[in-house]
T-cell receptor, first 111, second 116 residues
Framework: GQQLNQSPQSMFIQEGEDVSMNCTSS?????WLWYKQDPGEGPVLLIA?????ELTSNGRLTAQFGITRKDSFLNISASIPSDVGIYFC???????????FGAGTILRVKS | SAVISQKPSRDICQRGTSLTIQCQVD?????MFWYRQQPGQSLTLIAT?????????ESGFVIDKFPISRPNLTFSTLTVSNMSPEDSSIYLC?????????????FGPGTRLTVL
């Protein structure tokens, strides 16, 4: 089945630093989504991407839909303590509405 | 975005028993899904809850173990049957908004299940 490779697995950064994480797949996706999950909560949608090559920002977050449709990255600029959490990428392919999730990136921020 | 609530938020259950989890949305939605998130893991789709018909299950999940109901466009239940400790997970309901041009899925807060 479809799988997403998300990296890095975890990051421990200094407050104020920029962060970058990415997802790759051997399959083509029509939609890429980035979610953040806080402890004890459900994932919250951060950014949705619908077109190959699309670059979208949401505050300090920027994400891009790779031109090949097989990858996406998420950047967080000037990290703050509340950025701590687990970030998941998810892809949606041609076959329907099913989401395939990456393994997640655990982000820790040192203040 | 839709507001999604789940009940219970958490439970501790004995082996061999069953638990029914409820998902309520504040607006009509076309698609409802149930996911499982095992400890320290990512999310795995269990099934798509179809309104008025049987749910569509993913490989590795069966109706006898995870019966699902969806009586209307705002409500669904997932039952975890004959539980074992391996069923200890977070169970998440998600929805795709009705009439949206794009396929954005939103998640409920999850139900944290511990099976002893």
């Amino acid at each position: 089945g479809q799988q997403l490779n998300q990296s890095p697995q975890s990051m421990f950064i200094q407050e104020g630093e920029d962060v970058s994480m990415n997802c790759t797949s051997s399959s083509i996706f029509n939609t890429w989504l980035w979610y953040k999950q806080d402890p004890g909560e459900g994932p919250v949608l951060l950014i949705a991407l619908y077109k190959a090559g699309e670059l979208t920002s949401n505050g300090r977050l920027t994400a891009q839909f790779g031109i090949t449709r097989k990858d996406s990255f998420l950047n967080i600029s000037a990290s703050i303590p509340s950025d701590v959490g687990i970030y998941f990428c998810a892809g949606q392919g041609r076959s329907g509405n099913k989401l395939v999730f990456g393994a997640g990136t655990i982000l820790r921020v040192k203040s | 975005s839709a507001v999604i609530s789940q009940k219970p938020s958490r439970d501790i259950c004995q082996r061999g028993t069953s638990l029914t989890i409820q998902c309520q949305v504040d607006s009509q939605v076309t698609m409802m899904f149930w996911y499982r998130q095992q400890p320290g893991q990512s999310l795995t789709l269990i099934a798509t809850a179809n309104q008025g018909s049987e749910a569509t299950y993913e490989s590795g999940f069966v109706i006898d173990k995870f019966p699902i109901s969806r009586p209307n466009l705002t409500f669904s239940t997932l039952t975890v049957s004959n539980m074992s400790p391996e069923d200890s997970s977070i169970y998440l309901c998600s929805v795709e908004a009705y009439g949206s041009d794009y396929n954005e899925q939103f998640f409920g807060p999850g139900t944290r299940l511990t099976v002893l």
